[in-house]
């Protein structure tokens, strides 16, 4: 099977075939790899002058390169987890709107208000069918407030983990077009 020197592929099996590298962000050193190096450079890391870095894709996703939309090749972005702040939540508001009368229905239907328990003192919440009477009483603005806390989440796609490697040796050094 032919392949170009520096591809990466994936394998469904946890080691790198002979030829090939896990795509792990190891450095390599230039002396020994020197065609490799002539096509990866120091994109990867690596001094430039001994060493050399292969590619990192453990526990990231290979993304097109596009030198116009700021990712040259080589650029690594993005986080394992993010905390959402408010600015990055759509606008919305809790208003809630009852009536000051006694409530005859013990669980909401659409279209109803809230109103009180004629019987008094139980703390059961009661609705009010809308077309009783119009809305008399709207809660105050502090009455809801922010909710949730500042805990990071993971923010990935569904994945399966397979390897990346590359090819670091007898391979097919790859012409230009």
């Not at 009536?99 to 919440?125: H, I, M, Q």
Request: proline fraction near 8%.
């Amino acid at each position: 099977m032919d392949y170009y020197l520096g591809e990466i592929r994936q394998f469904a099996f946890y080691f790198a075939p002979r030829g090939w590298a896990l795509c792990n962000g190891q450095l390599m050193p230039i002396q020994r790899y020197s065609a490799l190096f002539a096509l990866l450079g120091t994109y990867y890391g690596g001094d430039g002058k001994t060493t050399f870095g292969l590619p990192n894709l453990q526990g990231g996703v290979p993304l097109g390169m596009d030198p116009n939309a700021n990712w040259p090749i080589g650029t690594q972005a993005g986080s394992d987890s993010v905390t959402l702040i408010q600015g990055e939540m759509p606008t919305h508001n809790h208003a809630v709107i009852g009536l000051n009368n006694a409530g005859t229905k013990a669980s909401p239907e659409t279209g109803c208000y809230l109103g009180f328990d004629a019987r008094g003192g139980s703390g059961v919440v009661r609705y009010m069918q809308a077309n009783v009477a119009a809305p008399s009483t709207t809660l105050a603005p502090n009455t809801l407030g922010p909710s949730g806390g500042s805990t990071a989440h993971e923010n990935r796609q569904p994945f399966l983990a397979l390897s990346y490697c590359i090819a670091i040796s007898d391979g097919i050094f790859p012409p230009r077009n």
